[in-house]
């Protein structure tokens, strides 16, 4: 019997209008779930796996069937299906815990796997000091804010807008070029996980999304430190099994 692996994933945005085919790429992530239903005891999603997602009261935006569905047969199939939101997909108000069977976290949680003591989050707003960023943040965040967003505007323009928004912001960060490594004494996520283990030294890895580069540092001794990439480009992922972190390039291997 094979050995059973945790897997970690991030930023699939599916539903992306950068996409020049959505369909493709939801089928593609599909087949990586099927893949690592094969020997999975736990899934991560660490956020942004949709590039927009909010819930109506009594309506959830169509498509993503292939993938909801997937994911629902996993869980059913007794595979933990955890979901980090990000924030793209932080609206998320009952339906992917009740009727899909994820276990969704809305803040950085720490783990126990495979005897390993893992911090995981999707990255957004840890040590992040834009001040314009952290505005957006806390409005994404608000309660009064999604509920005006929810009760004031129709589905069709709401979701419209969402999708519009999340284009420009993709396009603005690649023209940018800030989805480049700054380097270790100035990459947010691992200054956050350095000043981070001075509180928590039983800490073995922290695992991040957000940023949408691939990077594997070794912190000290004991910790390691992973930015997993991104299911839109990349195409990366990683298992452990309880000795080795690893990570791959899905059907690149």
């Not at 976290?105 to 040590?127: E, S, V, Y």
């Not at 000290?220 to 930015?227: E, V, Y």
Request: with cysteine.
């Amino acid at each position: 019997m094979a050995q059973k692996k945790t897997y970690f994933i991030t930023d699939a945005h599916l539903g992306a209008r950068v996409f020049d085919n959505r369909y493709t790429h939801e089928q593609k992530f599909v087949r990586w779930l099927d893949m690592a239903k094969q020997d999975a005891d736990a899934i991560y999603m660490l956020g942004d796996m949709f590039d927009f997602w909010f819930e109506y009261r009594a309506t959830v935006q169509k498509g993503f069937c292939r993938s909801l569905g997937k994911m629902a047969e996993l869980a059913d199939a007794g595979i933990e299906m955890h979901y980090f939101t990000g924030n793209h997909d932080v609206w998320t108000f009952g339906y992917l815990e009740n009727e899909i069977g994820l276990k969704v976290h809305r803040c950085p949680t720490t783990f126990g796997i495979h005897g390993k003591r893992f911090f995981l989050a999707h990255g957004d707003g840890l040590n992040d000091k834009s001040r314009g960023f952290s505005l957006i943040r806390a409005i994404f965040h608000s309660k009064t804010c999604q509920w005006l967003f929810r009760t004031l505007i129709p589905p069709v323009i709401g979701l419209n807008f969402g999708y519009k928004w999340s284009e420009s912001n993709r396009k603005k960060h690649l023209n940018n070029h800030e989805c480049e490594y700054k380097g270790e004494n100035d990459e947010p996520l691992v200054l956050f996980a350095k000043q981070h283990k001075n509180t928590a030294p039983d800490i073995d890895y922290y695992l991040f999304g957000h940023r949408h580069i691939l990077l594997h540092l070794q912190l000290d001794n004991s910790t390691q430190l992973a930015i997993l990439g991104d299911f839109m480009q990349q195409f990366s992922y990683a298992t452990f099994d309880g000795d080795n972190f690893e990570i791959h390039y899905f059907e690149a291997e």
